[in-house]
């Protein structure tokens, strides 16, 4: 059985736990008996808790915006593994984690803010600090060699394997009580920052599934950045990844869009954004300024993505601003 088919069951069984509409029973985190879940903002649910040197956090939901989540503040430096089951992280110093990816960051003692993508977002934060992070790194001398040789406090994204999804899966599985719980969660954390420092640094060569998978992730990147290229299309974005126009489109199969509607719909996103904090634009103007072909082609799209006209949207943005005004007078 392939990586991608191995992959794709994984993701069914989980998903296939409960019922989808409580979302706090479907996160992994929600056996911690000592867990706290906070109220959902926005769409998105968090479960964290702490024992001893271990401190974890789970995120799960969908907001309809950028939605921004502070790391657990322990008073040092916390040694992070981050584990994105879906969606996109976006790190403070601009690096991105995205969907079947996990990557290693260090923060400091001050407040550090993540900022999840406007689509469905399911990730694990798992953390060390404290004599646990020391006796880690002294462990995996690989893993404190790449730190000491990045500027940066975060190292790169690799493919999550079935391997570490066989970890996790594991220790959310025990019943964990308040007595093997610490000891279980270090296991696993244990197991996961060594699977993750190997393939940091004896990178194995990908498989057919693997390669497109990294294809597709580094391509919606790309169009993220570069959506306001005019002639953004298939062969501009296979030019620029080095690889062929088929393997771009093989890529984006079995996802819920394709590269074209890719493209059109993180531009439909950007137009929402200036439809809210730009009025002097007008839509036509936005439709130009985003390579649209002419206002009503965009309004069509607009009502196709987000279930209302460009007009409407405009005009929802403006009582909302009157509304916060009056309150705040």
Excluded at 243 to 255: D, H, K, M, Q, Y
């Amino acid at each position: 059985m392939s990586h991608r088919e191995l992959s794709h069951l994984w993701k069914e069984a989980v998903v296939s736990r409960r019922s989808p509409r409580d979302v706090a029973k479907t996160m992994h985190l929600s056996i911690f008996s000592q867990g706290m879940l906070s109220n959902p903002a926005e769409g998105i649910h968090l479960i964290q808790s702490r024992m001893d040197d271990i401190v974890i956090l789970e995120v799960k939901g969908q907001s309809a915006g950028l939605h921004a989540v502070d790391l657990p503040s322990v008073g040092n430096e916390v040694l992070w593994l981050s584990i994105q089951l879906q969606g996109k992280t976006v790190f403070p110093n601009g690096a991105n984690n995205y969907a079947d990816c996990l990557m290693s960051f260090t923060a400091q003692s001050e407040r550090y803010t993540l900022t999840l993508a406007a689509e469905r977002q399911w990730a694990l934060f798992l953390g060390l600090t404290g004599n646990s992070r020391l006796q880690l790194l002294a462990e995996l001398p690989a893993l404190r060699q790449a730190y000491d040789e990045q500027q940066h406090n975060t190292l790169r994204s690799i493919s999550i394997s079935y391997l570490e999804r066989q970890i996790i899966e594991g220790l959310c599985k025990k019943a964990l009580g308040p007595f093997n719980a610490l000891y279980q969660t270090g296991v696993a954390i244990g197991r996961l920052f060594s699977n993750y420092t190997i393939q940091l640094t004896q990178p194995r060569i990908l498989s057919k599934e693997e390669t497109l998978i990294q294809i597709y992730h580094r391509a919606l990147a790309y169009v993220q950045e570069h959506y306001l290229i005019y002639d953004l299309t298939s062969e501009k974005i296979a030019d620029v990844l080095g690889c062929s126009v088929r393997n771009l489109t093989r890529a984006f199969e079995g996802r819920s869009l394709g590269v074209k509607a890719t493209i059109i719909t993180v531009r439909l996103y950007k137009a929402r954004e200036l439809l809210k904090s730009q009025s002097d634009l007008s839509i036509a103007d936005i439709a130009a300024k985003l390579h649209f072909p002419d206002a009503k082609h965009f309004a069509v799209q607009y009502k196709k993505c987000f279930c209302r006209t460009p007009r409407e949207e405009r005009k929802t943005g403006t009582v909302l601003i009157k509304d916060r005004l009056r309150k705040e007078r």
